[in-house]
């Protein structure tokens, strides 16, 4: 059975591996096009504070490529705001960031921070542009999401990946359940991969999922077979 889940590649990891050497290859544009060619229904960035993988012109340059929905992940600060509101991506999300973790580890707080985030809510609005906090599936979350104003999240799936435990999935499904009846867009993602997925189709009401580490890293396995027989053949 096929579901109407959205799948958003996240790339973030395609600019990684070309920063290591500075570089234009791998080119994310090229990973755009071929995810979008493959099936994905958007591409997914992370413009990070210390640009470690993601550069602004990444995100210029993928406005007019890509076909599906873009997502720019970003911090609710004011010089990402002013570089969205340049781009126009379809989605903003909203994650909390700091500069040394690896990944992003967990969902706003948004209950310690409703006030600044409201006030970054109504701008990116205000401005006709479409925003989503990335939280975890936590319902007195929610319900302050709600009151600042938002009309999108996206539940951090991470505990689950990390502890793949049903009480988890249940917390997800409730979250979901719960921000849907307050008129919300529901989306997740965070860890998930080819084996963790399937309990996380079953949480109503998902509209898109984010998902990028695993599918890059299972990319190299996929086509390193190819990309040494095509050297191979030329020695
Ligand atoms: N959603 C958000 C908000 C993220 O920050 C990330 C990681 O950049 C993802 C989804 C994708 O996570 P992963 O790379 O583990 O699939």
């Known amino acids: 059975m096929t579901s109407n889940i959205l ?24 990973a755009a096009q071929i995810a979008e060619e493959a099936g994905a229904d958007g591409i997914t960035v992370h413009l990070r504070e210390d640009r470690r993988h993601i550069q602004d012109s990444d995100v210029e340059q993928l406005k007019p490529i890509v076909k599906g929905r873009l997502t720019l992940e970003m911090a609710a600060t004011a010089e990402m705001f002013e570089i969205a509101q340049k781009i126009k991506p379809n989605l903003l999300t909203i994650v909390p960031e700091k500069r040394s973790e690896l990944t992003t580890e967990g969902g706003l707080n948004v209950i310690n921070n409703a006030e600044y985030l409201k006030d970054f809510l109504k701008k990116i609005h205000e401005n006709g542009l479409e925003a989503s906090l990335f939280i975890e599936p936590d319902l007195k979350t929610i319900e302050i999401a709600h009151q600042i104003g938002a009309k999108r999240i996206e539940l951090h799936t991470g505990q689950y990946a990390n502890t793949l435990a049903k009480t988890e999935i249940n917390k997800l499904s409730k979250a979901a359940e719960f921000a849907h009846s307050l008129g919300f867009v529901v989306n997740a993602g965070h860890g998930l991969n ?41 020695i």
């Open 7 to 30: 799948l958003c590649l996240n790339i973030d990891h395609i600019a990684t591996l070309r920063q290591v050497r500075g570089g234009r290859e791998p080119s994310i544009l090229e």
């Open 194 to 234: 080819i084996n963790n997925l399937k309990p996380i189709l079953q949480i109503p009401h998902l509209r898109e999922l984010h998902i990028g580490h695993s599918i890059i890293a299972r990319a190299v396995f996929i086509g390193l077979k190819q990309a040494i027989s095509e050297l191979k053949a030329l």
